[in-house]
């Protein structure tokens, strides 16, 4: 009579260990997080986001099993501010990464992303994460200033941008008409280490994909949080030679088209070894093409204006958020920014948000579990330290106007505001200020309590290295 008893502790036995049982326990441990930043890439350049002619297969494979955000903002419309923006949850404004003259870092600038901000990297690393970084810093080059410095316990890839270091005995028309990773004396950087100069820029985005892989195999076993920032398709364009050539949309689309094989491999890593089911990875961009470059620049699709505009083809840009189990696939059509994925990531991580500062961001998991809309309502869009327009709801209001191409800059105050309903008009083609004075008078109030609120930081993209 006590045969059944014992059968029946065998099988709830036998249970424990099944894989059933190990997936919940995965499931209940740490969350790994991946974000891949691209370069100047625009709204248009995904083949989910739109392009005609560009293949991105992994990426839109992305958008169909996790979340296509088609209003995600970054906070800034260009490299340097906006690059500070995404791993500090702060305005560029706040910390001191922002400048109406120098608008980003370069190989003579002497600031970079202070000490005392706290990124992602060095939050998840105080919740026992193992943190990487891999690509474009662009937050500043001398030690006190790296990866290294700002929580990160490994940093591969090009301090500044790809096209800085050009070499002076070539016109910049001629380094950009036909690119040579020669023409550009980019060094090639291990954690505070110089190890290839100028970096072989034709083989860089084969071999971050590569370092991805590894750091992800080699931290299987613990939480992780890999930053991946491409410094393509940033001008001057390179693809290694299984790319090159291979795009129906030229040397653009082969840049494309190789970073977005480039996020196969780190996908088809985090499955080999079973950790895609604990993992979320965000596919997003720095800001919106660079137009000026025209064939070799992006497309920002049906967005007005480009890089270097706070128009929405400036920074408006493509977002895609992956996360097998976790993230509720659909389209979100509501507000994110980059501003958001601090605190999102660190509400997820189980870490704790630090209350001696002002964070911009909101927590967007319980979009990501589909349970409500976003929290996020209003954005605010800063060019240098001028506050270029509003958003609220789906109302922008403008108080500058400039160059919808960004260069030259033309940054004008206007003397008449312009406000454009992104709901229904996203190219931004029909003001509506006159038709809806009560919306234009309550963005004024937002924008006048936020600008009376703010304290700009000291600025650091002014400091120069002394001769």
């Given at each position: 009579?006590r ?5 029946l ?32 890439q ?19 494979q ?31 404004v ?30 998840l ?20 200033y790296?990866?290294t ?8 890839g ?32 291990r954690?505070?280490?110089?190890i ?17 892989v590894?750091?992800?195999s080699?931290?299987k ?6 930053y ?7 001008v ?33 890593a ?9 993992t ?6 720095d800001?919106?093409?660079?137009l000026?470059?025209n ?15 706070s128009?929405?083809?400036?920074v ?30 660190t509400?997820?991580?189980?870490a ?8 911009d ?6 979009v ?6 976003t ?21 922008k ?11 030259p ?59």
């Amino acid at each position: 009579m006590r045969r059944p008893l014992i059968y029946l502790q065998l099988v709830v036995l036998f249970l424990s260990f099944t894989p059933l049982a190990f997936s919940q326990s995965t499931k209940e441990s740490k969350p790994n997080f991946i974000i891949i930043f691209t370069d100047d890439q625009g709204y248009g350049d995904l083949g989910a986001f739109g392009h005609p002619t560009i293949k991105t297969p992994n990426i839109d494979q992305m958008a169909v099993e996790g979340q296509k955000w088609t209003s995600f903002y970054v906070a800034a419309n260009v490299c340097t501010p906006s690059r500070s923006a995404i791993l500090t949850g702060r305005l560029p404004v706040r910390t001191g990464m922002y400048s109406n003259k120098r608008r980003v870092l370069f190989p003579d600038s002497d600031g970079g992303l202070p000490a005392y901000e706290n990124t992602i990297a060095k939050l998840l690393k105080g919740a026992g994460y193992s943190t990487a970084a891999i690509g474009k810093w662009h937050l500043g080059h001398l030690p006190q200033y790296l990866p290294t410095s700002h929580g990160f316990d490994s940093y591969f890839g090009i301090p500044y941008s790809n096209d800085m270091d050009r070499v002076n005995d070539i016109t910049a028309k001629e380094a950009f008409a036909d690119s040579k990773f020669e023409y550009f004396n980019v060094p090639l950087m291990r954690n505070t280490e110089i190890i290839e100069r100028p970096a072989d820029q034709n083989t860089i985005t084969k071999r971050y994909a590569a370092e991805a892989v590894e750091f992800i195999s080699s931290n299987k076993d613990k939480p992780f949080f890999l930053y991946l920032a491409h410094s393509l398709p940033h001008v001057p364009l390179f693809a290694s030679g299984d790319f090159r050539g291979k795009s129906e949309r030229g040397l653009y689309g082969d840049v494309i088209e190789e970073i977005d094989w480039s996020v196969g491999e780190i996908l088809r890593a985090l499955k080999e070894n079973g950790l895609d089911e604990n993992t979320y990875v965000i596919f997003t961009s720095d800001n919106g093409p660079w137009l000026v470059y025209n064939e070799q620049g992006g497309s920002a699709g049906s967005l007005y204006g480009g890089k270097g505009t706070s128009y929405e083809g400036g920074v408006r840009v493509p977002t895609v958020i992956w996360g097998p189990g976790n993230v509720k696939p659909g389209v979100i059509s509501k507000m994110g920014s980059t501003l958001d994925l601090l605190p999102t990531i660190t509400t997820l991580a189980g870490a704790k948000m630090p209350q001696d500062r002002i964070y911009d961001g909101f927590d967007l998991s319980p979009v990501l579990r589909g349970e409500n809309a976003t929290p996020r309502d209003e954005m605010f869009y800063y060019h240098g330290n001028r506050l270029f327009a509003v958003r609220k709801g789906d109302f922008k209001l403008y108080f500058y106007s400039n160059n919808p191409a960004g260069y030259p800059e033309k940054l004008e105050k206007l003397e008449k505001v312009t406000l454009f309903n992104l709901g229904h008009d996203p190219s931004e083609r029909f003001d509506l200020a006159d038709q809806y004075p009560e919306i234009v008078k309550e963005i004024q109030e937002i924008a006048k309590k936020h600008s009376a609120e703010m304290v700009f930081g000291e600025t650091q993209l002014e400091k120069r290295i002394e001769d």
